[in-house]
């Protein structure tokens, strides 16, 4: 991509086909988690949020989708991190290779949780 994209759809449509189909699945299946979640670009990939509030960043490369911060959970949601950590590159990364199926349900829980990190006061 030559210039910075300033829409999820431009940064969409940077992509070639089959990328940008696994991208637009990790962006519904975020969406359709948490109802009322935003689009935006924020470092220059596109983020989901809530009440101005920036979620998840997530990004097409190569190999593989990234989802970033994610944060390593415990306590409640050690069962959540247990399904994560086959997905994890570093302690903040989630990465989802092409060649695998999108984990929709997975997302859908990760999203959640983070909604719920968020939402809780420092």
Known sequence: MADK???VEEYLAGFEPEV???L???RSTL???VPGMTDGIRYG???VALEGTYVVHYAGWKHHIGLYPVPVFAG???AL???LAPLRSTKDTIKVMHRDP?????LDRLVRALVTLRSKPD
């Open 5 to 7: 994209p300033t829409t």
């Open 20 to 22: 940008r189909e696994r």
């Open 24 to 26: 637009e699945l990790v």
């Open 31 to 33: 969406h359709a988690a």
């Open 45 to 47: 990939m596109p983020i």
């Open 76 to 78: 409640d949601d050690a």
């Open 81 to 83: 991190e247990e399904e």
């Open 102 to 106: 999108i984990p929709t349900e997975l």
